[in-house]
């Protein structure tokens, strides 16, 4: 797991000691991670899980760096190797040797530690992984083994979830505007719920479902509170996009309506406030109003809503000191309200879902760049790497900072402040601006960028056409590739010409 967010443990039983790695070309294999699984109250409810051993005792925890160390916001395997880091006992340097640059590192222990403490922090709970954060068929994999759900947004990434095996009735399915082939594909796949966000889509929905049939929906309230560490990712306001408004009663209208439609089965409310959130109390608000409505339901039409999914948005920190939001907190003081607040309302305590995305995907990613040319115009110097906009546009959409750093050799100057940018056409690609480098950083130099798992790939593009870079995992000392990089044949195969 990472320094700064979780407890830091020690590596698996058996990965090689950092002091002793050897690069090795061999495909990994992952043991099963062992979990029990055990039926929700209601029928296609997502389950609940309960971790069990894997076979081996776990070893004791080590104390976790201070919030401040360098490598704090790293996974919790990196390791010093001489001049190198190894994340998994997989020196990154014999990554990018193997690899190229730029790859993505992906850390499988890390992803599979912070879905367990998920699990951990909200026992009884649906913890569902938000796909949007990173998908691929091996974190598809990661995730149905740890026993968590799935949240997808497209027809794209549920056909990939359900062709990779994850079971169809526990992945639920969001959209501000699903289309037409978005909903046959979660009504012909039978996807366990579909998060209605709109008026306009009950119909269309309810048109859709076979006759004899009834898909259970969630309708996505916006309880009015503002939260979120930046204007673009706030959603918990009448003033952006998503979901029905509590204040002016678009969400009690919709859900009228959706009570109206035979072949539609209401089953709880939904709400998501925004990302980056770093303290608790916009949920525990979020809680307080979302039951107000619940008790305005069974008031009105005499219906008990038996589920109530509280979206994700939590907070990690992407350089050392950053504020990150407490899990163990998070879960107990959520649970506490729900229940407190259910008990003054006379209502039976709903069934709770989560949706974690950056908080499990996130500090499990470093991505590797190689240094192309270093540029010293007046004050500033501009050390250009061979990745950028295209496979990270979360800096120039929303000021994102990260922390890159040397590895690979000695450096033999002091840190100056340098703006690390990258390759493509446009003035706008900085991948991080005024952060501490050796003065001597040169071409041919490689840099490693951790906290990269989460919304870099996902949201990459084919801007200049350079290709998105591949996905590589590390576990137990070895790396193998996830995801191969795009090449110029995969880019021409898709241009059929004149």
């Not at 499988?108 to 879905?115: G, I, P, T």
Request: charged share 20%.
């Amino acid at each position: 797991m990472s320094h700064r967010a979780l407890p830091r443990t020690a590596p698996r039983p058996g990965a090689p000691s950092p002091t002793a790695l050897v690069a090795t070309a061999a495909v990994a294999t992952t043991s099963p991670a062992a979990a029990s699984v055990t039926a929700s109250p209601t029928a296609g409810t997502p389950p609940s899980v309960t971790a069990s051993p894997s076979g081996a005792p776990s070893p004791p925890a080590a104390d976790p760096p201070s919030p401040t160390d360098p490598l704090s916001v790293w996974p919790g395997s990196t390791a010093p190797v001489d001049d190198d880091l190894a994340v998994a006992g997989v020196p990154l340097t014999e990554v990018a040797d193997r690899f190229g640059t730029p790859a993505y590192v992906l850390d499988e222990a890390e992803v599979r530690d912070r879905c367990r403490a998920y699990l951990r922090a909200f026992p009884g709970t649906d913890v569902c992984y938000a796909a949007k954060a990173f998908l691929c068929r091996a974190m598809v994999h990661w995730v149905r083994e740890e026993g968590l759900g799935l949240d997808v947004c497209s027809a794209g990434e549920l056909e990939l979830a359900v062709t990779s095996g994850f079971p169809p009735e526990r992945i639920v399915l969001h959209g501000n505007a699903k289309s037409p082939a978005d909903l046959q594909a979660a009504l012909r796949l039978g996807v366990g719920r579909i998060v209605i966000d709109s008026t306009s889509e009950i119909a269309r929905l309810a048109a859709a479902v076979p006759a004899g049939s009834r898909q259970r929906v969630l309708v996505r309230v916006v309880p009015g509170i503002a939260a979120g560490g930046h204007a673009k990712i706030r959603t918990g306001t009448d003033d952006q996009k998503f979901g029905l408004s509590l204040a002016d009663g678009s969400a009690q209208h919709a859900i009228t309506r959706v009570l109206g439609q035979t072949r539609l089965e209401l089953v709880g409310l939904h709400c998501h406030l925004g990302s980056q959130i770093t303290t608790v109390k916009p949920y525990l608000s979020a809680v307080r109003r979302l039951i107000g409505l619940l008790a305005r339901i069974h008031e009105q039409h005499g219906l008990t809503l038996p589920e109530l999914d509280l979206g994700g948005g939590h907070g990690i920190a992407y350089r050392p000191g950053e504020p990150t939001l407490d899990l163990a907190s998070l879960g107990h003081r959520i649970r506490a309200e729900l229940a407190r607040g259910c008990a003054a309302a006379g209502l039976p305590v709903p069934r709770l879902a989560v949706e974690p995305g950056r908080a499990i995907v996130g500090p499990a990613g470093v991505v590797l760049y190689r240094v192309l040319s270093v540029k010293r115009t007046g004050a500033h110097t501009f050390v250009a790497v061979d990745g950028g906009m295209s496979d990270n546009p979360r800096p120039a959409l929303y000021g994102v900072r990260y922390a890159p750093r040397l590895i690979g050799r000695r450096p033999t100057a002091a840190p100056e402040p340098v703006t690390v940018v990258g390759r493509h056409c446009e003035a706008g690609d900085v991948l991080a601006a005024d952060v501490p480098l050796p003065g001597d950083v040169r071409p041919g130099d490689l840099l490693a960028v951790p906290v990269a798992g989460a919304y870099h790939l996902s949201m990459a593009s084919g801007y200049n056409l350079v290709g998105r870079p591949p996905v590589v995992a590390v576990a137990g000392g070895r790396a193998r590739l996830l995801v191969r990089r795009e090449s110029l044949a995969d880019i021409q195969e898709r241009d059929i010409g004149l």
